[in-house]
């Protein structure tokens, strides 16, 4: 049984002890008022009812509750009833630090997901295997940044016998902060592209940004590594003591894919593994799907899973909006919603597996800018964009929809590669493009939506 200490709970800096009842510890924090029970630490709003918490709090045997400064409860009234009080003028760094402590209570297995791309799907995959055959607390949604990191923590419990949580990267620095937090035995890294090249300014830059991680490693653990990324093989994982698991196409890898085919929209492929060769399919499309999917039948095998329950576990899953989700459509016509937040690289990618999915479908591509509308990028962001319009031109497509600032530049690329000029139309905004996009759909289409969040093309979806 995991307990914080009282001492530790004074250790906390951003905290401060207005009451609390002798040596009573914490066993588990929470956030909802039904949640309450025996030993819990609850985090108290400031529109609560206060005699009906009091109350809760007391017949429950909870420990105490964590409030903003300036304390808004009666103290007094709170330190009869045996229940403590902890003031907090930064509700965040406290809980950043109530998880560093809570972290070190439990010793299960531990997995952090990176990448520029790949992250929720990749930890969601991880989550569907290990559900297949243990429990399981897999991060919430896409919550990847420190403070994610320590609310995902927090919310372990005894039952649980893995945890796997993804790990955004903001600006140098970052990697290590979330990761001190996490202090990963299993890490996964599902590739290094240009997401954050705006930011950093290089390659090399990113790689050592996302490197911070292994100073927090165990160095007795497992790092998986997307072998087929060219970006991922320059990561210097010489500083890392541990094993190093390598995943991608070619029999060089410690785990594989083969026979890889597109099927209904869904990926039907080979596993190739110590254990043997196992039939897998997934309920998505494009070949990083499938290097996402060998990351986590690899992490399954890692805690032990037989390579049938973990197959299991991928039937299971299931992307998350936004996350090239597929979704039936009128008319026979068929939605891939992948408008959460794409790259440059990312993009690429997926364009080059349209033709092997779609079959002979009419293929419409809705696509919006994947770099902020920021001047201060103009000549990066049109050289990106009209690379990926290029690479678009490549695409037997019926229209492509280009929607934002930079999204021009898709047309210009696609036609210096010879695309139809008639097939391609350009907006400012969603808005503008409705009656546009309601002209270029016919019975049994492929609507593949592709944009990061800076232009919610998705939100074409209600003309439909």
């Keep these: 049984m995991r307990f914080i200490t009282i001492d530790e709970l004074k250790s906390i800096q951003e905290g401060r002890i207005l009451t609390w009842d002798g040596e009573k510890p914490v066993k588990y924090v929470i956030k909802r008022p039904e949640e309450i029970g025996a030993y819990c630490l609850y985090f108290c709003a400031e529109d609560e009812n206060e005699n009906a918490l009091l109350m809760k709090m007391a017949s429950s045997n909870a420990s105490g509750v964590v409030v903003k400064r300036p304390c808004f409860l009666d103290v007094n009234r709170w330190k009869q ?29 531990v997995i952090q997901v990176i990448g520029s791309a790949g992250k929720t799907t990749t930890k969601d995959m991880i989550g569907a295997v290990l559900r297949a055959g243990m429990p399981v607390l897999v991060g919430y ?35 290590g902060f979330s990761s001190g937090i996490i ?28 490197a911070e991680i292994l100073d927090h490693m165990d160095q007795n653990g497992v790092f998986i590594v997307n072998g ?6 320059r990561f210097p ?51 990083y799907n499938v290097l996402n999917a060998l990351a986590a039948f690899a ?73 902020r509308p920021d001047d201060g990028i103009a000549d990066y962001a049109r050289e990106v964009h009209f690379a990926i319009g290029q690479q678009a031109a490549k695409v037997i497509f019926d229209r492509l929809i280009a929607v934002g600032k930079w999204a021009k530049e898709y047309i210009a690329g696609a036609e210096s590669e010879g695309a139809p000029p008639e097939k391609m139309k350009h907006f400012d905004t969603v808005e503008q493009a409705a009656d546009y996009f309601k002209e270029s759909i016919q019975p049994g289409s492929v609507l593949i939506f592709k944009a990061s969040v800076y232009v919610r093309v998705r939100d074409l979806l209600k003309y439909l």
């Design 81 to 109: 009833a045996g229940i403590g009080i902890i003031e907090t003028s930064n509700t965040v760094m406290f809980q950043i630090a109530l998880a560093r402590l809570y972290r070190k209570k439990f010793d299960i297995p």
């Design 141 to 175: 949604k896409n919550y990847n940044t420190a403070f994610g990191a320590a609310y995902n923590l927090l919310n372990v419990r005894d039952r649980h016998k893995a945890v796997v949580i993804e790990a955004g990267m903001k600006s140098k620095g970052y990697m």
């Design 183 to 210: 202090k990963p035995t299993v890490a996964v890294l599902t590739s290094i592209q240009r997401a954050h090249y705006v930011l950093l300014g290089s390659i090399e830059n990113i790689i050592e940004a996302k």
């Design 228 to 233: 087929e990324d060219e970006n991922c093989a």
């Design 237 to 287: 994982l010489e500083r890392f003591q541990g094993r190093v698991v390598r995943y991608g196409f070619s029999d060089k890898f410690d785990i594989r894919a083969s026979d890889i085919e597109y099927k209904d929209f869904k990926s039907r492929f080979k596993v190739l593994h110590s254990q043997g060769e196992t039939e897998c399919v997934v309920r998505t499309v494009g070949k």
């Design 299 to 371: 992490v399954g095998l890692e805690l032990g899973l037989q390579p049938n329950v973990i197959r299991r576990g991928l039937a299971a899953f299931q992307p998350m909006a936004g996350r090239l989700k597929t979704l039936p459509g009128p008319n026979d016509t068929v939605i891939i919603d992948d408008n959460f937040n794409a790259n440059p690289d990312s993009t690429r990618l997926l364009l080059e597996d349209i033709p092997k999915f779609a079959g002979d479908r009419p293929v419409v591509l809705i696509m919006g800018d994947v770099e």
